[in-house]
């Protein structure tokens, strides 16, 4: 099998996959980070939303062969040392989770929307979430806690 040297939360790590694997059965299977959820397995879900490079993504449709240099970061990723990001803890402090399976991906959209727009709006912010699924309904303190998060 190939093998690949991957960025994952700055650190270099070498896998040895199929070309065609998905990242994130990489992630969860070989690395031992699952941080990131299987939750469809077919991009449509979110629970297992990932940054590639400066984007989002949905690691369950990207085959490890196309990530190449690009760095991945996932919910591990985000705390600086023991401190963690301010939608992480934002999140805390408006106790979004309940239970808890596509938090993860929830606060990986959240993290890049607010890079992009630190002050969103109540649409942006819906349209930016809008592809990620919580089954347990916690829309609404997601949205608070985005805008906790930006003040
Ligand atoms: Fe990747 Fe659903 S598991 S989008």
């Known amino acids: 099998m190939p093998v690949y040297t991957l960025t994952v939360n700055g650190e270099e790590r070498v896998v040895d996959a199929p070309a065609d694997m998905p990242l994130l059965y990489v992630l969860r299977d070989l690395l031992g980070i699952t941080g990131p959820k299987y939750g469809c397995g077919v991009g449509i ?11 989002v993504a949905r ?10 240099a690009q760095p991945v970061t996932t919910i591990e990723g985000l705390a600086n040392g023991g401190v963690l990001h301010p939608v992480q803890q934002a999140w805390i402090d408006e106790d979004v989770a309940q239970c808890g399976f596509c938090q993860p991906g929830q606060i990986m959209t959240a993290v890049r929307l607010l890079e992009q727009h630190s002050n969103p709006t109540d649409a942006q912010i819906d349209a930016a979430m809008s ?16 805008k906790r998060a930006a003040a």
């Open 59 to 68: 690691p369950c449709i990207v085959p490890v062969q196309s990530i190449g």
């Open 131 to 146: 592809e990620n699924v919580c089954r347990c309904g916690t829309y609404v303190r997601i949205r608070a806690a985005i």
């Open 45 to 55: 879900c979110g629970a297992c939303t990932s940054h590639i490079g400066n984007n």
